[in-house]
């Protein structure tokens, strides 16, 4: 018969001072402990931007009507499109279809100082050419909208990864404990609606503090915000100690990091009760800057709303910003969508780099603008196909240098042209990275064993030519 005493398992972890099961616990805590500090960790060198402004056109906007233009393609409209470029390669709806060649329906024009060109369709973003640098070399390797969206936002199609803005949060933390870090808006068009999964912002991996929370567009920017009726701050700040206390005590036994989020997220919550209304509440804005952004209601769930939201937003502190505009999905009625989608975020996409740089915002703010690939320059239909082999976005601001381009595709629009200068979705990561001082072979977090990166294990490179202290 065993003479030894009974010991339950948690005391035996509780009591044994140099058991391996303590020292499993306390190495538990003390990764709990670095990650409850890495709300303010140090980025890896001195960087540029201490926030992004991300404005994602869902659906992939046509490159050869917005960015990059293309006479010799305009020259053989309705022309058999070139086997030569497009035998052996994948393609989306059009695969096994008779290729024909579409120009753009649209003139480009030089703008400013630099002599940009861009689309006649997007005047005011023209406007603002001398700030922007044109990226013409993009290419990604995701052919259909979610699994591209999935790349462009985690660098991988594997559920689960950590989106680029958790990555964002998670190397340099949060300037605010009033606000989410990292908020995500989204508005609609009236053509190519293309749908968003909320994945596309989550942390995966990463502690679920780091992840992405969606304001609504109209009305009250977070549901349920404001206590009910007849609950004080002091009723409802003894409540939130008293969980709390309950939580620090499990966050004590357990050493799980998603305790430490619940935490966090109550302090945040009741934070927000104040934060939150007074962020929405645009009545301080002048009517000047209203007419800027081309907001007609404040909070009426409109890009131009929204546009106007990210800078308040970056004013607060909060690090990571995406506003996904769904219109850009044009397998048909190209000319129309294209108009109503150029025209619903042209203004307010112009205004936000106006009204960064009148109030000293946009040397320490980088923005990009673009979507999650390109569109074909072979008709399809009335319409355009999903491209991935060039499409073009641009930056700005976050010390990238203004009125340049960056690579190009051929003269079809078709490929990026020439190696060395084309620009994969990774390397757009690592340069976003590096101008917030982070180095995006250092920035990891340990995943099944493995050291993973936002930019994985493929080349990626810095784009220092667009850098201005490269």
């Known amino acids: 018969m065993n003479s030894f005493p009974t010991i339950q398992r948690r005391s035996f972890l509780k009591s044994g001072t140099y058991s391996v099961g303590m020292a499993a616990l306390g190495s538990m805590l003390a990764r709990e402990s670095q990650a409850s500090q890495s709300d303010s960790p140090q980025p890896h060198f001195p960087g540029t931007a201490k926030t992004v402004i ?60 630099s002599g940009l060109e861009i689309s006649e369709l997007f005047p005011n973003i023209g406007s603002v050419a001398d700030d922007l640098c044109i990226i013409r070399s993009m290419h990604t390797e995701q052919i259909n909208h979610d699994p591209a969206h999935a790349f ?82 002091t009723t409802q700040r003894a409540t939130i100690e008293a969980v709390n206390a309950f939580n620090q005590d499990l966050l004590a036994d357990r050493g799980d990091s998603e305790i430490a989020t619940r935490i966090s997220q109550y302090e945040m919550a009741f934070r927000m009760q104040t934060s939150v209304p007074e962020l929405a509440d645009m009545s301080d804005e002048s009517q000047e800057t209203l007419d800027l952004y081309g907001v007609t209601k404040p909070g009426d769930g409109s890009f131009a709303s929204n546009c106007l939201m990210a800078r ?72 355009r196909d999903h491209h991935i082999n060039a499409f073009s976005l641009w930056m700005a601001g976050g010390g990238v240098k203004g009125g340049i381009s960056y690579g190009n595709s051929d003269e079809l629009g078709y490929r990026y042209l020439k190696d060395g200068e084309e620009t994969h979705v990774r390397d757009l990561h690592a340069t976003m990275l590096h101008t917030c001082g982070l180095d995006h072979m250092k920035l990891s977090a340990k995943y099944q064993g493995l050291d993973v990166r936002l930019t994985g294990v493929e080349p990626a490179r810095v784009l220092k030519p667009i850098l201005k202290n490269a």
Not at 79 to 98: H, N
Not at 195 to 220: C, E, I, N, T
């Open 152 to 233: 462009m936002n985690t660098g991988s199609i594997q559920k689960g990864r950590p989106s680029m803005g958790s990555w964002f949060l998670y190397g340099l933390g949060a300037e605010t404990d009033s606000l989410p870090g990292f908020i995500v808006f989204t508005s609609q068009g009236r053509h190519g609606a293309q749908p968003v999964s909320a994945r596309q912002w989550k942390a995966g991996f990463l502690p679920s503090r780091f992840q992405g929370v969606q304001f609504q567009s109209r009305g009250d920017a977070v549901h349920y915000v404001r206590p009910p009726g007849g609950i004080t701050d």
């Open 312 to 383: 308040r937003l970056a004013e607060r502190g909060v690090r990571f910003i995406q506003l996904y505009h769904r219109a850009w999905d044009h397998h048909s009625n190209l000319e129309v969508g294209m108009k109503d989608s150029a025209k619903a975020v042209d203004q307010a996409s112009a205004a936000l780099i106006q009204d960064l740089k009148r109030r000293g915002m946009l040397d320490d703010t980088l923005v990009i603008w673009g979507g999650e690939f390109g569109r074909t320059p072979m008709k399809q239909g009335s319409g």
């Open 54 to 113: 991300h404005l994602c056109m869902a659906g992939g906007p046509s490159h050869v009507e917005s960015l990059d233009p293309k006479p010799e393609l305009d020259k053989i409209n309705d022309q058999p499109f070139p086997a030569s470029m497009t035998d052996g390669q994948q393609l989306a709806q059009l695969q096994g279809s008779k290729l024909v060649a579409r120009g753009s329906f649209c003139k480009f024009k030089k703008w400013g100082q």
